[in-house]
């Protein structure tokens, strides 16, 4: 059965592929994102939903600008694409805890429907003529057409063990530096990682992702190239548990 499990699992997330968009829109800007994410998310990454929810005529306007411009080849850098995509995945979890407020944890959220699996699964987004859930934007857009390990920094769950929801909106211009920081504090940060030079252990996100992390190396070189600590390449590797308590301050 625990096979069963994990062959369905697997099988989910890779038949999430989005296909690519023709279309003629051409990239948005991300200043109301930014605007509501320096008043309503701490130094922390700790988000105030109240704010949101005060601010929710704001959070719809944004919202509206993504569902009426879809990302394409034709007009959209590649780094035009990706800072929408983490964009919009951060700004449509908040609107789903939002939506849904007070809950303990966004896995309390439920589906409603029979065949849906989880909360990430719910298909509430639609960006021009498409419809979405969360699952398709990071499994089947960001991870499948971008070859980019640090975006699991970047898109944020709602949750404690989660990477920090950053204060800033992610753009085009500023893409690579924003990744990296946000690789550098997740991976620095005691409360997700805690990490000595032969004994780590690390957030579960790498072993559910391992593959991502590993394409040019192991998880402890990949983990050195934002590690304040040297770590050992023979460094015993052990995983924490995941706190899905929503991230609130």
């Not at 023709?22 to 509501?36: A, E, N, R, Y």
């Not at 970047?154 to 929801?165: E, H, K, Q």
């Not at 990949?222 to 301050?249: G, H, M, Q, T, V």
């Amino acid at each position: 059965m625990k096979n069963l499990i994990i062959i369905c699992s697997v099988f989910m997330i890779f038949s999430c592929k989005v296909s690519k968009y023709k279309g003629d829109s051409k990239p948005v800007s991300h200043k109301i994102w930014d605007t509501l994410l320096q008043s309503h998310v701490d130094g922390e990454g700790f988000v105030d939903y109240k704010g949101f929810i005060s601010d929710s005529s704001k959070l719809n306007q944004y919202l509206e600008l993504l569902s009426r411009n879809h990302p394409n080849d034709k007009y959209w850098s590649d780094n035009d694409q990706l800072a929408y995509w983490i964009n919009a995945y951060n700004a449509f979890t908040i609107k789903l805890i939002v939506d849904n407020y007070p809950v303990q944890s966004i896995k309390d959220i439920k589906p409603g429907v029979s065949f849906v699996n989880s909360v990430w699964d719910i298909k509430f987004i639609t960006i021009e003529k498409r419809t979405y859930d969360l699952n398709n934007i990071e499994h089947g857009i960001i991870r499948k057409q971008f070859d980019e390990p640090r975006i699991h920094f970047a898109v944020n769950c709602a949750s404690i063990s989660c990477p920090s929801l950053s204060p800033y909106a992610y753009t085009a211009e500023n893409l690579n530096a924003q990744l990296s920081s946000a690789a550098k504090t997740f991976i620095n940060n005691n409360s997700k990682n805690n990490i000595a030079e032969n004994n780590i252990e690390i957030s579960s996100i790498f072993k559910w992702f391992s593959g991502d992390f590993t394409r040019e190396g192991t998880i402890i070189e990949f983990l050195n190239k934002y590690s304040n600590k040297n770590i050992d390449p023979e460094a015993k590797i052990s995983y924490k548990a995941y706190n899905w308590d929503l991230n609130e301050r």
